[in-house]
């Protein structure tokens, strides 16, 4: 739902009366990650997608009831072995949808306005509801601030708002969607309840250090991919605004000393393309000693043995230079910096997902690696934070 946070907030502020079925828990290969989310408004205007295509009507139509009847449901889709062409996810994995009424007389209305309000801002929160347990409770849902203040309930026991608020917290520190289950009691010894949690945080970083065409491919590629790109460079000949329009931020300065003095985090991704020994060396060595999800440096094989070469030198542990993705991209043949800019992009998402980087055709290797990771919501998981 999260993901609408654009749309359904200005839905929200014109008054509308609309209803979601947001993605909960997936199995198999499942075309979409849990949180996705299909809105239909009461003149039934849609945004959104659940399925890429699959179910798409159909949750159109539970949206519909919902908003007729102000029910929140729980529906799961599937592959029909009998029948491909049913309602069902044809590329055989399974979805559990939550479709929820958000109406003028809908008690989480308040709730849910102030989820998708701060996520909109792009602020850090979380939202939970009650995904699976008894019928008064489906739909209900508090949100959690990074702080730990909350608003909203889930109108069971007291200590379960409690217990809920605690897990949500965790999951929004690690910046984590997916399910948990609780009793109705709040206790942890029993499984009445199975919560979602969306969390909403804020964009991730990529910083790109060396302002050259190159950079000026990967700072587009880095935006489709929804990052926050920092270009840095210590030539302000070269870093500027004019050269990169679409960068949020760019940085005049050496870029060892700006990695010094930045925020970064497990989520921040750095691409070194200045292959020039006297930035990359010191850069480097700090780079690699930093808690990011991902460290890669251009150049030629000879430039990559030669910046080992220095960089051990400068004290690199053979275990921190084992982080160091060099010469940065898979290989695609790319030769243009937008070719070579997808080749980094393709490695990126390739770290960050598990994939193998070898083409799907004539492979057995799964489509979608972290469908079953945990707090990634995979149906018949129940994951704690």
């Keep these: 739902m999260l993901d609408l946070a654009g749309e359904l907030n200005r839905w929200m502020e014109e008054g509308r009366d609309f209803a979601v079925a947001t993605v909960v828990a997936v199995g198999g290969s499942a075309p979409r990650d849990p949180g996705a989310a299909l809105a239909v408004d009461s003149q039934g205007a849609a945004i959104g997608s659940v399925s890429g295509g699959c179910v798409e009507g159909a949750v159109y139509d539970l949206c519909a009831q919902a908003l007729q009847d102000g029910t929140t449901v729980l529906e799961r889709f599937g592959y029909s072995a009998e029948d491909?062409?049913?309602?069902?996810?044809?590329?055989?994995?399974?979805?559990?949808?939550?479709?929820?009424?958000?109406?003028?007389?809908?008690?989480?209305?308040?709730?849910?306005?102030?989820?998708?309000?701060?996520?909109?801002?792009?602020?850090?929160?979380?939202?939970?509801?009650?995904?699976?347990?008894?019928?008064?409770?489906?739909?209900?849902?508090?949100?959690?601030?990074?702080?730990?203040?909350?608003?909203?309930?889930?109108?069971?026991?007291?200590?379960?708002?409690?217990?809920?608020?605690?897990?949500?917290?965790?999951?929004?520190?690690?910046?984590?969607?997916?399910?948990?289950?609780?009793?109705?009691?709040?206790?942890?010894?029993?499984?009445?309840?199975?919560?979602?949690?969306?969390?909403?945080?804020?964009?991730?970083?990529?910083?790109?250090f060396g302002a050259i065409d190159f950079a000026a491919a990967l700072v587009r590629t880095g935006k489709f991919l929804g990052y926050h790109v920092t270009v840095c460079d210590a030539r302000p000949v070269f870093a500027t605004r004019v050269r990169f329009p679409e960068a949020d931020d760019i940085v005049v300065d050496w870029p060892h000393r700006y990695l010094q003095r930045t925020e970064t985090d497990g989520r921040t991704v750095l691409c070194v393309l200045t292959h020039d020994a006297k930035f990359d060396v010191p850069l480097l060595e700090a780079a690699l000693r930093l808690p990011v999800a991902f460290v890669g440096a251009?150049?030629?094989?000879?430039?990559?043995?030669?910046?080992?070469?220095?960089?051990?030198?400068?004290?690199?542990?053979?275990?921190?230079?084992?982080?160091?993705?060099?010469?940065?991209?898979?290989?695609?043949?790319?030769?243009?910096?937008?070719?070579?800019?997808?080749?980094?992009?393709?490695?990126?998402?390739?770290?960050?997902?598990?994939g193998t980087g070898v083409p799907l055709t004539g492979s057995r290797t799964s489509i979608h690696h972290d469908a079953h990771e945990p707090g990634s919501g995979a149906v018949g998981a129940h994951a704690a934070a």
């Design 84 to 208: 491909a062409f049913a309602v069902g996810l044809t590329c055989g994995g399974v979805i559990e949808v939550l479709v929820t009424p958000v109406r003028a007389d809908s008690p989480g209305r308040k709730v849910l306005a102030a989820a998708l309000s701060a996520a909109a801002r792009g602020e850090a929160a979380a939202v939970a509801r009650v995904a699976r347990g008894p019928a008064e409770l489906l739909g209900r849902a508090l949100l959690v601030h990074p702080g730990g203040s909350y608003e909203g309930g889930l109108g069971g026991h007291p200590e379960l708002d409690r217990t809920a608020v605690a897990q949500t917290r965790a999951m929004l520190d690690a910046g984590r969607t997916g399910a948990f289950t609780v009793a109705e009691s709040g206790s942890h010894c029993g499984d009445e309840l199975t919560l979602f949690v969306e969390s909403s945080v804020p964009p991730p970083r990529m910083i790109v």
């Design 298 to 354: 251009m150049g030629s094989r000879r430039t990559h043995e030669e910046r080992n070469r220095r960089l051990r030198e400068a004290g690199v542990t053979e275990r921190e230079l084992a982080r160091l993705r060099s010469p940065i991209g898979l290989d695609l043949g790319a030769r243009t910096p937008e070719e070579t800019a997808l080749s980094i992009a393709a490695e990126i998402v390739a770290a960050r997902r598990g």
